[in-house]
């Protein structure tokens, strides 16, 4: 391999380094972001419990009321899911 070719090589190590420690941060803060808001939205609830504490049956719903996405099979009925459906 030429020098030039080492160089280039090199380079695309380090772009490729910096990218990953980039979007580690950007996941990071968007983790953190998400994490806030969800925290909030179960203090709203009265949803007092840590996360982990909280079966997935009851996240999957908690998530549903939160982002409005309630089927017909849900036991929570709102007037925009009755609307979506």
């Given at each position: 391999m030429s020098s030039a070719e080492e160089a280039t090589s090199e380079d695309e190590v380090?772009?490729?380094k910096l990218l990953q420690a980039?979007?580690?941060?950007?996941?990071q803060y968007k983790t953190k972001s998400d994490l806030n808001?969800?925290?909030k939205f179960c203090e709203s609830l009265k949803e007092s419990r840590a996360i982990v504490n909280i079966p997935a049956k009851e996240l999957d719903l908690?998530?549903?009321v939160c982002t409005g996405?309630?089927?017909q099979d849900s036991p929570i009925q709102t007037s925009r899911s009755v609307n979506k459906n």
């Amino acid at each position: 391999m030429s020098s030039a070719e080492e160089a280039t090589s090199e380079d695309e190590v380090e772009i490729e380094k910096l990218l990953q420690a980039q979007k580690s941060r950007n996941t990071q803060y968007k983790t953190k972001s998400d994490l806030n808001a969800w925290t909030k939205f179960c203090e709203s609830l009265k949803e007092s419990r840590a996360i982990v504490n909280i079966p997935a049956k009851e996240l999957d719903l908690l998530h549903s009321v939160c982002t409005g996405d309630l089927g017909q099979d849900s036991p929570i009925q709102t007037s925009r899911s009755v609307n979506k459906n």
